[in-house]
C-alpha cells in the first residue's frame, strides 16, 4: 500500500498517494439536449485525453448525431460572430471529437491570431499535436498555456505525457509530480505516473501504482489493462 502525501523520485520511481477524496463535477455551457454527452466528451478529451491517442473511441450513431448537431451549432456561432475566441475553440473541439484534426487546427490557429493570450486555444491545440505525434510541437503549446494559467493542472499531466513519450522520464516525473500537487489523487495522474515507471522498466513500481490506482476507481480500464499486460 502506497502512503499519504504523494512524492515521485526519478531515479527510484518510489511513489507515496494521498488518501482519495470526492471527484467534483464538470457543467458544460451547450443546449440542455446534448448536455449529458457533451459532457461524457469532453471529460474524455479534455481531462483525460491522453486515452485518444492512438486508440478509437465507440459512440453510438445517437451520441455521433448529437455532435454533429454541436458542430452546426458552433459552426453557426462563428459565421455570426467570427471574432469570438470561445466559439472558435468550441468548434475546434467539436471537430477534434469527430476526427477531423486539420480543421480544428485551422480553428484553434484562428483563435489565438484573434487572441494570442488564449489559454483554451493552446491547451485545446496541444491535445490534437499529442495525437498526432507533434510531440515537440505540443510541448510548445503547453508552455504557452502554462504561462498563462499555472495552477491548471491539465497543462503539466500533458506535458508529463509529452514527456514520457519523448523518453524524457525525469522531466515527465516533475511535470506529474506538479500535476499531482495541483490536483491530489487524480486517478489519471497516478496511472501516469505508473506508465513512467514502466516506460523506465520498473514493472513492479508500475504494478503497485496501477493497485493503487482501482484502490480509488476499481473500472478504471487502463489500469485493469494495464495489469494484465505486465502479469
Known amino acids: 500500500m502506497i502512503d499519504n502525501n504523494l512524492v515521485v523520485n526519478a531515479a527510484v520511481g518510489k511513489v507515496k498517494v494521498p488518501q482519495p477524496q470526492s471527484p467534483k463535477s464538470k457543467k458544460d455551457s451547450f443546449t440542455p439536449l446534448t448536455s449529458a454527452v457533451l459532457i461524457l ?3 474524455v478529451i479534455s481531462v ?5 491517442v492512438g486508440k478509437y473511441f465507440f ?3 445517437l451520441d455521433m448525431k448529437r455532435v454533429n448537431q454541436q458542430l452546426e451549432f458552433y ?4 459565421q455570426t460572430d467570427p471574432n469570438n475566441t470561445q466559439a472558435r475553440v468550441d468548434l475546434g473541439h ?7 484534426d486539420g480543421q480544428a ?11 494570442p493570450k488564449d489559454f483554451d486555444a493552446y ?25 498563462l494559467s499555472p495552477r491548471d493542472y491539465k497543462v503539466p499531466f ?15 516525473t516533475d511535470s506529474l509530480n506538479m500535476a499531482n500537487t495541483l490536483m491530489p489523487t487524480n486517478t489519471d495522474i497516478i496511472f501516469e505516473i505508473g506508465m513512467v515507471a514502466e516506460a523506465q522498466g520498473q514493472k513492479d513500481n508500475a504494478i503497485q501504482i496501477y493497485k493503487q490506482v482501482l484502490s480509488y476507481d476499481p473500472l478504471y480500464k487502463p489500469a485493469i489493462a494495464a495489469l494484465e499486460r505486465l502479469k
Open 75 to 78: 459552426k453557426q456561432k462563428v
Open 48 to 52: 483525460g485525453g491522453w486515452y485518444g
Open 59 to 61: 459512440w453510438s450513431d
Open 158 to 172: 500533458q506535458k508529463g505525457i509529452v514527456y514520457r513519450n519523448l523518453k524524457m522520464y525525469k522531466e515527465a
Open 41 to 43: 466528451l469532453t471529460l
Open 94 to 100: 467539436t471537430y477534434f471529437l469527430k476526427g477531423n
Open 123 to 147: 491547451y485545446n491545440l496541444s491535445l490534437v499535436l499529442i495525437k498526432e505525434k507533434r510531440f515537440n510541437e505540443a510541448l510548445e503549446k503547453l508552455n504557452k498555456a502554462g504561462e
Open 105 to 115: 487546427i485551422q480553428e484553434f490557429n484562428q483563435a489565438l491570431i484573434i487572441d
